[in-house]
């Protein structure tokens, strides 16, 4: 690759768009310290994009935290309301929706993959989001990291294969 002298200078370069994801969605709010507190309520989730931009991020990925519960929201009009606020808090920056909203399990609800209709409800959202990410079967993210093993247990009713958690496949 060639450079010419002044190419590396800042007027020259094309801009720099840097991606801010303060809500943490496989962590729970006793998971960090006082130090790394996570944002819990409206106003927190709020400021936390406002500090996000005042240090420069362009784009927020947005996962929507139920105050009351301190897990990641599934209530549709919850994500309306935070995206509406996050919009007037925050009009330059780039809204990025996280798809955990339709992937993740009600308590004591077993863990599956979403169908078509349960993914296209994230376009559903208003206002909209300008981006929405979706997991489209990645080897690159490790689903035991975010949940107990016992979560992937027969999850396909074939049951554990060599004495370890199911994973759904059929040998």
């Known amino acids: 690759m060639y450079f010419t002298d002044d190419a590396l200078l800042p007027e020259n370069m094309p801009p720099l768009m840097i991606t801010a994801a303060p809500y943490g969605p496989m962590w729970m709010p006793e998971d960090c310290t006082p130090e790394q507190k996570l944002p819990v309520s409206w106003d927190e ?11 420069g991020a362009t784009l927020l990925h947005i996962h929507v935290r139920d105050p009351e519960t301190g897990h ?11 995206i509406a606020r996050l919009r007037q808090a925050v009009p330059k920056m780039i809204l990025q929706m996280g798809g955990s909203i339709s992937f993740a399990p009600a308590p004591g609800e077993a863990a599956h993959a979403a169908n078509y209709d349960t993914r296209h409800k994230l376009c559903t959202l208003k206002p909209t989001p300008d981006q929405i990410t ?36 059929r040998a």
């Not at 989730?45 to 240090?55: E, G, L, P, S, T």
């Not at 992937?152 to 759904?168: A, K």
């Open 134 to 169: 979706v997991m489209c079967g990645s080897s690159l993210y490790d689903q035991t990291a975010i949940h107990p093993l016992d979560v992937f247990e027969d999850r396909s009713g074939d049951g554990p294969r060599d004495g370890q958690p199911g994973d759904g496949c």
């Open 72 to 82: 990641i929201s599934k209530d549709f009009q919850q994500y309306n309301d935070q």
């Open 45 to 55: 989730q709020v400021q936390a994009a406002v500090d996000c931009f005042n240090a």
